[in-house]
């Protein structure tokens, strides 16, 4: 069925043309909404809220205009909201580092895991300073307590506490203005 016809089916209410478009397109859409928010919650739901616009909005569907292309619009402008939304960035940081784990730990068969989202976070840990940087290293290898940070930098728990909490405030906000701007 082309894109026309299953337009035209959807705005009538054909619930199997709503099937057809989501088995076609829902794996894609899920992906590229992963890539840019690397948590697989956040991703799924934003799967979910797309094709739930489509089906309320279908009556407005245009049958001249390929549905993909519709789609993607909806997707790119949740995707924008969701990023810019500051309840949602633990989150997405979170996944990403736990990705960042996975790899330098060597396991790297997770179908979920993305190159381009842990370039992103590498980029971002290189833009702390060297104390930073070497902090929150050694505090995401699990490996430390901050006493044990505190002991081998010797710095107060306190510092070491402060200092990974200001390189994930600013490795959040690196990582949602580079995802943003590849948005634009």
């Known amino acids: 069925m082309d894109d026309s016809a299953l337009t035209h089916q959807l705005k009538q209410g054909n619930q199997l043309a709503f099937t057809i478009l989501y088995d076609t397109y829902s794996e894609q859409v899920y992906r590229l909404a992963f890539k840019y928010l690397c948590n697989k919650e956040l991703a799924e739901d934003a799967v979910q809220n797309l094709f739930m616009k489509v089906w309320i909005k279908r009556t407005y569907l245009d049958e001249s205009r390929p549905l993909n292309h ?8 949740d995707l924008l909201t969701i990023l810019r939304d500051p309840k949602n960035h633990i989150f997405v940081l979170d996944d990403c580092l736990e990705l960042l784990e996975r790899i330098d730990g060597g396991n790297q068969d997770d179908e979920d895991m993305d190159k381009e989202q842990l370039d992103l976070v590498r980029h971002a840990i290189e833009q702390l300073s060297p104390q930073r940087r070497k902090i929150f290293s050694l505090k995401i290898s699990g490996k430390y307590s901050n006493q044990e940070i505190a002991d081998k930098l010797n710095l107060s728990v306190n510092t070491i506490k402060f200092q990974y909490s200001q390189s994930l405030k600013q490795i959040k906000e690196i990582v949602r203005k580079c995802a943003i ?3 634009i």
């Open 181 to 183: 701007s590849l948005l």
């Open 70 to 77: 519709f789609l993607f619009t909806v997707l790119k402008n």
